[in-house]
């Protein structure tokens, strides 16, 4: 650390006149080659594989011998309008603007911003201002006949001014705002992971949705055919082909395809109250909007992943928890300095008059200016303590870091094994189902025919309607896997987003008459 000057020129005219500006110079210079004290911040590099384990193995072994071939970078800008779905667009964009969650997460980078504002004040000299007068009298005024013999009021007006700055000598204030810096960065960071979870919640639940209208359709459409059997069937008995058995076989089997149908509609109607509250509304908002019936969302397939050290700069909540993972290195500067001696400035004047006129021309003016320096000697041990307290948080902030990456890593993996999977298990049930729908139609021509019995239409019409209902459950969980890896990527919203609108707007907040608060019970 640069120390002050030895000696400083002393000003003209008067002994001693130039003695405040020396001692001013003295300790600007002093501030200016300040130190800093505390570890200094850099971002760790954190080992990472080169290659998604869940990629085929002719892949990674052309990524080892060619590093240059390796996956294309993710293309995760709105991502979901690859689903092509207008309504899931337009959704998306009425969440962004009124979810409360994004509104919390909004108000919190005010609120660190306006923290970094504070701390960038400490940096400045603080400057106040002080009046007072007093006016009075002594009661000397009558003389000892009664009359009045001279004039004993008096008065006495004073205004001035009291300054303070603190020489961050060792960077106490520095390191706070440094650290309040960190803690903005990890605030919209924090947006942004309240923004891409948003978009993932408001994806899926819109797929459940349209899975759980797909799942209705199949289950009317399928009490309606077996319907159809049951008459059939109740045809056969009166013409002596069948028996009472078989009319109940029938009966049954309607029965329990239409019991499916209100525990679907109870989960469709669950999905389309969460979508509302996502966007900010009441949860029956979007019932109307929703009963139009739409296919279940198909992705765009394959989804490039890129290199799993893309995902350290995509995901935002990787990213802020690194930013932390600065603001409590910063913190231990701060608390490392609040063991060193600190120097301050201190300084007044003031005018004082026996009229208030009189503090602008005939005044007594009274001022002082010098430097304090406080020295930490014993403190029972606090300050040291302080110092491991904040090296114990960095620790916890950089453990958190590393949770973050591999959490981030596997959360990857698993979404691209799971997409990569449930492709392969829609493709054999919508085989399963082509299947089972000619076994069903062809039990039912036979049975008309009389060529068969009504167990084999019976258990033809179940295969089929366990297959279809099972091909539409994986369609849902193809597109929920689908976004569960953009998600994983660090998709989230790319637009802009408005941080400086307040929620509550107050009115006239200067001096006013204050209102008597009274209990609500009274």
């Known amino acids: ?56 193995r002719a892949q990674v072994e052309r990524t080892q011998v060619e590093p240059t071939h390796a996956e294309a970078a993710p293309n995760l800008k709105a991502w979901w309008r690859r689903m092509g779905d207008p309504v899931l667009d337009a959704l998306m964009d009425e969440a962004v603007a009124g979810n409360l969650d994004v509104a919390t997460a909004k108000a919190n980078v005010r609120a660190a911003r306006a923290s970094y504002r504070q701390q960038v004040g400490s940096l400045f000299p603080q400057v106040t201002g002080n009046a007072s007068g007093t006016r009075g009298d002594n009661g000397g005024r009558v003389g000892s006949g009664g009359d009045i013999t001279v004039d004993s009021g008096y008065g006495q007006y004073q205004a001035g001014l009291d300054a303070s700055w603190e020489i961050d000598l060792f960077g106490a204030n520095r390191r706070g705002v440094e650290a309040a810096a960190f803690g903005v960065d990890a605030s919209v960071d924090d947006l942004d992971a309240a923004l891409l ?27 309606a055919s077996q319907r159809e059997t049951e008459a059939l ?18 009966s049954g089997q309607v029965a329990s395809t239409e019991a499916n149908i209100p525990e679907i509609e109870a989960a469709l109607a669950a999905s389309v109250h969460r979508l509302s509250v996502l966007t900010g509304q009441p949860p029956a908002t979007l019932v109307r909007r929703m009963a139009v019936v739409r296919a279940v969302p198909t992705p765009r397939l394959p989804v490039p992943r890129g290199i799993p050290a893309d995902v350290l700069a995509s995901r935002p909540d990787v990213r802020a928890a690194e930013r932390r993972l600065g603001q409590s290195t910063a913190l231990i500067g701060q608390a490392e300095a609040n063991r060193y001696p600190a120097i301050s400035l201190t300084g007044n004047i003031n005018a004082t008059g026996t009229q208030l006129g009189d503090l602008g021309r005939a005044s007594s003016i009274s001022w002082a200016f010098g430097p304090s320096l406080t020295v930490p000697i014993f403190t029972g041990g606090q300050l040291k303590a302080a110092v491991e307290q904040a090296e114990a948080g960095r620790d916890q902030s950089y453990l958190a870091y590393k949770s973050s990456v591999l959490t981030a890593l596997e959360e990857v993996e698993n979404a691209s094994v799971s997409l990569a999977q449930q492709r392969i298990r829609t493709g054999k049930l919508s085989s399963s189902s082509a299947s089972y729908r000619e ?24 295969s089929l309607y366990s297959a279809e209902t099972q091909f539409i459950q994986s369609r849902v969980a193809t597109a929920k896997s689908y976004i569960a890896l953009n998600k994983a990527l660090g998709g989230g919203w790319d637009g802009m987003v408005d941080t400086s609108a307040q929620e509550v707007v107050d009115g006239y907040t200067g001096p006013h008459f204050a209102r008597l608060k009274l209990p609500a019970s009274q």
């Open 1 to 56: 650390m640069a120390g002050a000057p030895a000696s400083s020129p002393r000003g003209q005219g008067q002994p001693g006149a130039g003695a405040p500006k020396a001692v001013l110079g003295c300790l600007l210079a002093l501030s200016l080659a300040a130190c800093a004290v505390g570890p200094e911040y850099e971002t760790p590099d954190l080992a990472v594989p080169g290659h998604w384990g869940a990629a085929p």
């Open 197 to 223: 979870t948003l978009v993932g919640d408001v994806a899926t639940n819109y797929a459940d949705a349209r899975g759980y209208q797909a799942q209705i359709a199949l289950a009317r459409r399928t009490a």
């Open 233 to 250: 069937t109740r045809r056969r008995l009166d013409a002596g082909a069948v028996s009472a058995l078989d009319v109940a076989n029938a």
């Open 439 to 462: 076994a069903a139609r062809l039990s039912r021509s036979l049975y008309e025919n009389g060529a068969s019995s009504f167990l084999d239409v019976l258990t033809a019409e179940r």
